[in-house]
Nanobody
Framework: QLQLVESGGGLVQPGGSLRLSCAASGFNLGYYGIGWFRQAPGKEREGISCISSLGGSTNYADSVKGRFTISRDNAKNTVYLQMNSLKPEDTAIYSC???????????????????WGQGTQVTVSS
């Protein structure tokens, strides 16, 4: 059974860093593009980053560009989101999602990802 499990969330002070992990089981992550999304209370889900299945091409939302870095380790069947210079407005539930297919490109559109994890809470507060 295809499963995605996020981890690494928590409470961090403004300016701090966290690294989120998205571990896949039941399938080979190497054949899938992966996206990271977040949803804050009372707000719509926001796509923040993605990485292609081939070549490691990445995209970022303007809100996180220059602060967040997505990467993948296919040997570990895991995708990471390194988050630096965190701000209170980054507080949200962060979820990873997968879309099957070999591609050198990726998009950060919710409808393109049929497989989702349960999410991990990130809280940025002093």
């Amino acid at each position: 059974q295809l499963q995605l499990v996020e981890s690494g969330g928590g409470l961090v002070q403004p300016g701090g860093s966290l690294r989120l992990s998205c571990a896949a089981s039941g399938f080979n992550l190497g054949y899938y593009g992966i996206g990271w999304f977040r949803q804050a209370p009372g707000k719509e889900r926001e796509g923040i980053s993605c990485i292609s299945s081939l070549g490691g091409s990445t995209n970022y939302a303007d809100s996180v560009k220059g602060r967040f870095t997505i990467s993948r380790d296919n040997a570990k069947n895991t995708v990471y989101l390194q988050m630096n210079s965190l701000k209170p407005e980054d507080t949200a539930i962060y979820s990873c999602a997968a879309t099957r297919g070999l591609s050198t490109r990726c998009v950060i559109l919710t409808d393109d990802y049929p497989y989702w994890g349960q999410g991990t809470q990130v809280t940025v507060s002093s």
